[in-house]
C-alpha cells in the first residue's frame, strides 16, 4: 500500500513538474535576448541573430534627432570603439539624453540602422554621481 | 560628526561580536548573567547605531559636504525633507538605516525576561548579531558612509528632480523595515531548532509570526509605493518592468505571503511548523540576496548601480545562515522525534499554496539571474524580455487567485458537495477555456475574479449570519482577525482586476499633432488646443492644453507638461491623467517644438488600473486589522508561555512578568476582566496609538518640511508638538501595560492623565499660530483638532468614573 502512495506523489510530481517546466522552458524560449555592447556587437561581425536582442551603449553627443512629424527618434550609439545608428518609435524617458548609457532592444534592418523596440535609460544619479 | 559615526560603527561591530560570544556561551552553559550581558550588548550596539544614524542625518541635514555621502546625494538648495530622506538614498545609509531599523527591533522582540525566555532569547539574537557584525563590516570596510569626499565641494550634487516625489521618499524606509523586520523570524527559527522539545518552540512564536506580518505589510506599502511612483513619474504608463531591481523586492514578498499563511496555527513538529521555519530563513535570506544583487551589480539592468566592492561579504553571510541553518535542521531531525506530530488535514491546502508561491518565486528569481548564469556557461549574456516574466506571473497569478477564492473554504469543510467546490473547478476548466479559445489571458481573469468574489461575498454573509444565530459569543479579537484577514484577500482581488484590466485591455498610441487637430482613441476624442510656456527660476515648463471629448461633450482638459532646465541640461515631464474607477485616461508630452507648437504625445487608456491602488490600500489596512487582532490576544498566550516556562531550569532569574500577585477586583463577577472597551482602550494606546503616532510624524515632517522654506517657525513648532507627543505617547503605552496588568492605582492615573493630555491639547492649539502662517488657514484645523481632544476627554474620562466593568475589575479606582 505504501509503495502505490508513494508512486502517486512521484507521478503527479512528474506530470505537474514536467508541465510547469515545459511550459517555463517554452516562454524562454520565446523571450530571451543576447545582450550585447556595442563594441562586442561589431567585433562579433554584427551577424543579426533572428529575434531581437538588446545593444547596450552611450548616446554619441550632437547624434540626437528627434523627429516630430513622424514622432520617431534618432541617435548613434556609441561604444568605446564602434557605433551604430539607431531609430526608435515610442516613449523617450525624460533622462534620455547625450552621453546618457541606454540599452536598446530590437533587431538591425537591411540598410545598418538598428531599429529599436524598447529603450531604456540608466537610472541616473540616485546611487552613483559623478561629482564636478 | 563623522568621526562619532566611524567610531560608532566600530564599537557597535565589537558589541555585536561580543553578544554573539555570550549569548552562544549563555546558551550553552545556562548562565543566565551571560545572557544578560548579550542582551545589554546588543542594545548597546543599538545605541551605537542609533549615534550613527543621528550622526548622518546631522551631517546631512547641515550638508557637510567633507562627507562624500552628503555630497553625492544633497544639495544646498535641496529641500529639508529630502536631504533628511537622503539618509536611504544610497547603499551605505541604507545599509545602516536597515541594521539601526533590524537591531531595535531584536531588541524590542527579544528582550523578555522570565523562566526560559532569555535561553531562548539569547540563541535568536545570537542569530541576528550574525547578520549585524556582516553588515557592520561592509558598514566600516567596504561602504562607509562617514567616507570623505576627495575634495570638500561648494555644493554638493542634489537629488534627481524625478525622486523628489513622497512615493520615492517613503519607498527605500517601508521596505527596509520590511527586510529587517524579517530577521524576527529568522532569528527565532534558529533559537527554536536549538531547542529539541518540541513544547519549547512554542516559546515567542507568536512574535514571530506578529512580526513576520508588520514585515510583509510593510513591505507590501514599500512595493506599491514604488509602483505608484513609477506610474505617476516614469511616463510610460506603466507600474512595473520586470527589472532585478523590482524582481529583488517582489521575491522575498511571495516566500514572505507563504510564510504568512503557515503561521495560522502553531503545532510543533508539524510539517507546517518546518515549512514556517524554512520559509523565515529563506525570506530573511532572499531579502539580503536582493540588496546584494542590486548594489553589487550581478545583473546589470538600467536600476542596478554596481559598485565595486565587498559585495563577496554578502555572498558569505549567506552562505553562514544556510550552513548552520541546514546543520540545524539536521540536528533536529536526528534528535526529534520520529513520528511527525499531526496536523488538522485543511493544512495541505496551505502547503499547495506554499509550494505555487515558492515555485513562483524561483522561476521569477532565476529568470532575474539569467543574464548572469548564461554568462557562466556561454560567452555570450543573455537576458529575458519582461515578456517572460508576464507570461509565467500572469498564469501563475490566475492560480493562485482561484486558490485564494476557494481554500479558505476548504479548509474549514474539506472536498464536500458544495456548488463553491464544483463551482472552482468548473471555473477553473473555463478560465483554461477562455484563455486558449480567446488568446486573452485577462478576460479567463476576470471570469475567476468573478468567482473570488462571489467565494468572499459569501463568507462575509454566511459568517455575519452565524454570528446573528450564535447571539454574538464570539470574542472581539477572534472575528477582527476573521475580517481583517478577509480584507487582505479583497485587496488582492481587487488588485488583479486592476492588473487584468489595465494590462489585457490597455491601449497605447503615439500622436503627431499640431494646434487645433484632433485624434481618436477608445471612446475619447483629444483636441490638441494650445501650448503654453512658463518660466520658473531654472527651468522653461511647456503645457499643453488637451480637451478630452466623449461624443460632442467636453469631459476633462488635461495639461501634461514638460520642464526644461537649462543650467542642467535635464528635462522633466509631467503626465496628466484623468482617473477614474473605470480606467485612467493618461497623457505624457514627449516632444515639443515651440515655433511650429507642433507636440508628440504619448496616450494610454488604462482601464481598471486605479483598482490596483484600492486593492494595495485594503491589503495594508487589512494586515493592520490582524495585528491589531493579534495584539488583542497576546496577553492570554503570555500567561499560558509562562506555564511552561516554569517547567524549565535556569539559574534563578527575577519573574519579569508584570506583577507577580496584582490586587485584582472582583474575580466572581462576569463583568471582570480587561475585555470590551476597556481592551480597546488598552489595546488602541499600547499599538494603534504609536503607529498612527509614528504614521502623522512622518506626514507631518514631510509637510513642515515643504513649508520650512517660506515658515521657518513651523520647524520648531512641529518639533516641540512631537518632542511633547512622544512623551505623551510613551506615558499612555505605559498607563494601558498597567491598566492591562491590573496594577495598583491604574483608574486614577488614567485619570488624571486624560486631564493632562486634555490640558497640553487645549494649550498647545496656540502654538501652531506661532509659526507665521496664515490664522485663517489654520483655523479649521485647530478647531478640528480642539473639539476632537475634548469629544475624546470626555468619552474616555466618563467611561472611567461610570463603567461597571472598570469597577469589578481594578478593586481601588474610586481611592
Known amino acids: 500500500m505504501k509503495t502505490k502512495g508513494i508512486v502517486k ?27 550585447y555592447s556595442v563594441d562586442d556587437f561589431a567585433a562579433a561581425g554584427q551577424r543579426t541573430p533572428e529575434q531581437s536582442f538588446r545593444l547596450a551603449g552611450t548616446v554619441k553627443a550632437g547624434s540626437v534627432v528627434r523627429n516630430l512629424e513622424q514622432a520617431k527618434l534618432e541617435f ?27 540599452v536598446v532592444e530590437g533587431r538591425l534592418a537591411p540598410a545598418g540602422v538598428f531599429q529599436a523596440d524598447t529603450l531604456m535609460t540608466r537610472c541616473e544619479s540616485k546611487y552613483q554621481v559623478k561629482v564636478k | 560628526m563623522g568621526e562619532l559615526g566611524q567610531f560608532a560603527l566600530r564599537l557597535g561591530l565589537f558589541l555585536s561580536g561580543y553578544a554573539i560570544l555570550v549569548d552562544l556561551l549563555g546558551f550553552w552553559r545556562n548562565r543566565s548573567e551571560l545572557l544578560r550581558s548579550g542582551r545589554n550588548a546588543t542594545m548597546g550596539s543599538l545605541l551605537c547605531l542609533t549615534v550613527a544614524t543621528v550622526a548622518l542625518w546631522v551631517l546631512l541635514v547641515r550638508s557637510d559636504f567633507s562627507i562624500s555621502y552628503v555630497t553625492e546625494h544633497t544639495s544646498l538648495k535641496l529641500p529639508l525633507v529630502y536631504k533628511l530622506t537622503a539618509l536611504w538614498a544610497g547603499a551605505s545609509g541604507s545599509l545602516l538605516l536597515w541594521l539601526w531599523l533590524q537591531t531595535g527591533f531584536v531588541v524590542l522582540a527579544f528582550s523578555k525576561s522570565g523562566e526560559g525566555y532569555e535561553r531562548f532569547s539569547g540563541s535568536a539574537r545570537a542569530a541576528a548579531n550574525l547578520v549585524a557584525v556582516f ?55 534558529f533559537a527554536a531548532l536549538k531547542r529539541v522539545d518540541p513544547k519549547q518552540s512554542l516559546l515567542l512564536f507568536e512574535r514571530a509570526r506578529n512580526w513576520s506580518l508588520l514585515a510583509w505589510g510593510f513591505l507590501t506599502i514599500g512595493i506599491a509605493l514604488g509602483a505608484w511612483w513609477a506610474y505617476e513619474e516614469l511616463g510610460w504608463g506603466g507600474y512595473w518592468a520586470w527589472d532585478p531591481v523590482e524582481n529583488s523586492s517582489l521575491i522575498p514578498w511571495l516566500t514572505a505571503t507563504a510564510l504568512l499563511h503557515c503561521g495560522r496555527t502553531f503545532r510543533a513538529g508539524s510539517r507546517i511548523a518546518t515549512w514556517f521555519m524554512v520559509l523565515a530563513v529563506l525570506t530573511f535570506s532572499l531579502c539580503i540576496f536582493g540588496t546584494f544583487l542590486t548594489r553589487y551589480g550581478l545583473v546589470s539592468s538600467v536600476h ?19 550552513v548552520i541553518a541546514g546543520i540545524l535542521f539536521l540536528y533536529r531531525r536526528l534528535r526529534g522525534k520520529s513520528d511527525p506530530v499531526k496536523q488538522g488535514a485543511g493544512m495541505r491546502f496551505i502547503v499547495w499554496n506554499n509550494w505555487l508561491l515558492v515555485l513562483l518565486a524561483f522561476v521569477i528569481l532565476v529568470g532575474t539571474l539569467f543574464p548572469f548564469l548564461s554568462g557562466l556557461v556561454s560567452s555570450r549574456q543573455i537576458s529575458l524580455k519582461s515578456e517572460y516574466f508576464t507570461k509565467i506571473a500572469a498564469p501563475g497569478g490566475l492560480v493562485l487567485l482561484l486558490l485564494l477564492g ?41 471570469v475567476v475574479c468573478g468567482f473570488v468574489g462571489l467565494n468572499l461575498a459569501a463568507d462575509f454573509v454566511q459568517r455575519y449570519t452565524r454570528r446573528r444565530t450564535d447571539g454574538g459569543a464570539e470574542r472581539l479579537s477572534g472575528s477582527l482577525r476573521w475580517y481583517g484577514a478577509r480584507v487582505v484577500h479583497v485587496g488582492v482581488l481587487l488588485t488583479f482586476v486592476g492588473i487584468a484590466g489595465s494590462g489585457g ?142 517547567t524549565q531550569q535556569t539559574n534563578p532569574s527575577h519573574n519579569g512578568v508584570a506583577g ?20 480597546v482602550f488598552v489595546v488602541v494606546n499600547m499599538y494603534i496609538g504609536p503607529v498612527l503616532f509614528a504614521i502623522q510624524t512622518i506626514m507631518g515632517f514631510v509637510g513642515f518640511a515643504m513649508l520650512a522654506e517660506d515658515y521657518p517657525g513651523i520647524v520648531v513648532v512641529g518639533l516641540i508638538e ?89 478593586p481601588d479606582w474610586n481611592k
Open chain 2, 505 to 646: 485591455f490597455d491601449i497605447e498610441k503615439q500622436l503627431a499633432l499640431r494646434p487645433g487637430e484632433r485624434a481618436q482613441i477608445g471612446d475619447f476624442e483629444l483636441a490638441y488646443d494650445d501650448l503654453k510656456a512658463d518660466h520658473g527660476p531654472n527651468f522653461t515648463a511647456i503645457t499643453a492644453a488637451v480637451s478630452v471629448y466623449k461624443g460632442a461633450e467636453r469631459i476633462d482638459l488635461l495639461s501634461p507638461s514638460v520642464a526644461f532646465y537649462a543650467q542642467s541640461g535635464k528635462r522633466t515631464s509631467e503626465v496628466d491623467v484623468r482617473r477614474t474607477l473605470a480606467g485612467d485616461l493618461y497623457l505624457a508630452l514627449t516632444e515639443v517644438d515651440n515655433a511650429s507648437k507642433l507636440i508628440n504625445l504619448t496616450v494610454y487608456i488604462k482601464p481598471l488600473i486605479n483598482w490596483i491602488w484600492i486593492g494595495n490600500i485594503l491589503m495594508v489596512v487589512g494586515t493592520g486589522l490582524v495585528i491589531a487582532a493579534l495584539g488583542m490576544v497576546s496577553d492570554n498566550q503570555t500567561e499560558r508561555s509562562n506555564q511552561i516556562g516554569e
Open chain 2, 304 to 322: 542596478a548601480f554596481p559598485e565595486p566592492g565587498l559585495g563577496i561579504l554578502f555572498l558569505v553571510l549567506l552562505i553562514h545562515i544556510w
Open chain 2, 722 to 810: 512631537a518632542a511633547v507627543r512622544i512623551f505623551f505617547v510613551v506615558k499612555w503605552i505605559k498607563i494601558a501595560g498597567r491598566l492591562r496588568d491590573i496594577a495598583p492605582g491604574v483608574v486614577q492615573e488614567a485619570k488624571k492623565w486624560l486631564l493632562i493630555t486634555l490640558a497640553w491639547n487645549v494649550l498647545s492649539t496656540p502654538l501652531v499660530f506661532m509659526s507665521g502662517m496664515d490664522a485663517e488657514d489654520l483655523m479649521v484645523g485647530a478647531i478640528k483638532g480642539l473639539f476632537t481632544s475634548i469629544v475624546g476627554f470626555a468619552i474616555w474620562y466618563s467611561y472611567f468614573n461610570v463603567s461597571k466593568r472598570v469597577k469589578a475589575t481594578y
Open chain 2, 406 to 446: 476557494i481554500c479558505p473554504y476548504l479548509l474549514r469543510h474539506g472536498f464536500n458537495r458544495s456548488w463553491r467546490t464544483f463551482g472552482a473547478v468548473f471555473v477553473g476548466v473555463a478560465a483554461m477555456l477562455v484563455w486558449v479559445l480567446a488568446g486573452k489571458l485577462a478576460i479567463a481573469y476576470f
Open chain 1, 9 to 35: 506523489i512521484l507521478a503527479g510530481i512528474i506530470v505537474i513538474g514536467g508541465g510547469i517546466g515545459y511550459f517555463v522552458y517554452q516562454t524562454m524560449q520565446s523571450s530571451w535576448a543576447y545582450y
Open chain 1, 76 to 102: 548613434t550609439l556609441a561604444g568605446a570603439k564602434a557605433e551604430l545608428p539607431v531609430q526608435y518609435k515610442g516613449v523617450v524617458p525624460d533622462n534620455f539624453t547625450e552621453d546618457r548609457e541606454v
Open chain 2, 660 to 679: 507577580g500577585q496584582p490586587t485584582h477586583g472582583d474575580t466572581g463577577n462576569p463583568l471582570y476582566g480587561v475585555k470590551g472597551w476597556l481592551k
Open chain 2, 135 to 189: 553588515f557592520f563590516l561592509v558598514l566600516i570596510f567596504d561602504k562607509d558612509p562617514f567616507g570623505l569626499s576627495v575634495t570638500t565641494p561648494r555644493d554638493g550634487a542634489g537629488l534627481n528632480p524625478l525622486l523628489q516625489h513622497p512615493a520615492m521618499a517613503l519607498h527605500p524606509p517601508t521596505l527596509f523595515v520590511g527586510y529587517a523586520a524579517f530577521a524576527i523570524p529568522y532569528a527565532w527559527t
